[in-house]
């Protein structure tokens, strides 16, 4: 068997961050997105990973490599343009070729794994099986209609869903997946959608087994997502202290990373401080990913993930629920008149108090 993670799209719900990143490389509990799904597809017993790539090809590339430092041998997969998960199929077939694989979206996290559905998809071998899960919003995802344990109807992002079970990212395929993305057309935004080419296995009698979870799951499109998939993954952490700590009151879980300091400061866990990093009369608050090298200086940070390399000097306020990107320098201005001096990149977001 094999997998298929797919990594392209614009992530535009994330910008700026996007702009100069992709999205499956955003760091949750300072891990990028997408390991979570290469660990995950490793625990299930597979090694043979091919990843399609967009735009971003490169950083993914450098992120992950030929893959064998998670022990696995990835093959990218080249896609001109986001035109949908189902042409991201078309495209691998060369590399899929007759094998049963699993597709695995780059930016969904899924807290348990999917060691056991892979089993059970090799165990009963339907030609798909698919990962349902219930969420509060279910127009924002496709849909299914299950009539017990048959699927009556997918569709995607139906302005009025008939049920509240949401298509997970993750889905099982044997070869006859390609029949269908070669005979469905495109949707109306354009993209062949694998929920089409799903539901075209059904009409044409082959079997899809749906199975709904009941773990935690997260497509991390948008902010409120990250900040969210943060919390949860932070509270799977063993507290560990590899950096040095004085004056300081540590509670809770927390990491504090090799070559990291802690002074004077106060760290309510969960939260992860990152290689290298300098909190110093600082407070950080719980669900807080502190990247490596970041600088904490005189601030308050609190359920917010910091990327590599920012700093955050003197601010007279609490930092809540932000995301901010790699080097940024937020401090208080030394100049006169008395202003706030600003360079933001496009589509950033500044909430003053
Ligand atoms: C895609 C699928 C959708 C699925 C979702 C899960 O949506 O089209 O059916 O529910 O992933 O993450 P997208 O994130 O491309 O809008």
């Known amino acids: 068997m ?56 490169a950083e993914i590339r450098a992120a992950v490599g030929d893959g064998s430092a998670f022990g696995i041998r990835v093959t990218y997969i080249r896609q001109d343009a986001p035109r949908g998960l189902a042409h991201a199929v078309k495209v691998s077939q060369g590399f899929l070729g007759e094998d049963t694989f699993v597709m695995y979206l780059g930016d969904n996290l899924i807290l348990d794994g999917i060691t056991p559905l892979v089993e059970e998809f090799r165990r009963d071998r339907p030609n798909s099986q698919i990962l349902l899960a219930r969420v509060p919003h279910p127009e924002e995802f496709g849909v299914a209609e299950l009539d017990g344990d048959r699927i009556k109807r997918l569709v995607e992002k139906p302005k009025e869903p008939k049920s509240d079970l949401a298509l997970v990212g993750v889905y099982m395929f044997d070869a006859t997946v390609f029949q269908a993305v070669k005979a469905i057309k495109p949707s109306a935004r354009g993209e062949l959608e694998i929920t089409d080419a799903i539901q075209w296995l059904i009409d044409k009698g082959h079997t899809v087994r749906p199975h709904v979870i ?72 719980p669900f807080t990913s502190i990247g490596d090298g970041v600088i904490v200086r005189g601030s308050e940070v609190e359920h917010s993930i910091i990327l590599e390399g920012a700093s955050i000097s003197d601010i007279g306020g609490r930092i809540e629920s932000s995301l901010v990107g790699r080097n940024v320098s937020i401090y208080r201005s030394q100049h006169k008149p008395r202003s706030f001096n600003f360079m933001l990149g496009d589509r950033s977001e500044v909430g003053l108090i």
């Open 2 to 57: 094999k997998a298929l993670i797919l990594s392209g799209g614009k992530g535009t719900r994330l910008r700026p961050i996007t702009h100069t990143s992709a999205k499956q490389l955003v760091p949750i509990a300072n891990k990028p997105i997408i390991f979570y799904g290469i660990e995950a597809i490793r625990a299930s017993g597979i090694t043979d990973v091919g990843i399609v790539v967009g735009d971003t090809e």
């Open 214 to 285: 009941d773990g935690w799951w997260k497509d991390t499109g948008k902010l409120e997502d990250m900040l969210e998939a943060n919390r949860i993954i932070l509270d799977t952490l063993v507290p560990r202290t590899d950096g040095t700590i004085e004056r300081s009151d540590i509670t809770g879980k927390v990491v504090i990373e090799a070559g990291a300091r802690v002074v004077a400061s106060s760290v309510r866990g969960p939260a992860i401080i990152g290689k290298g990093a300098q909190i110093e009369n600082a407070y950080v608050g």
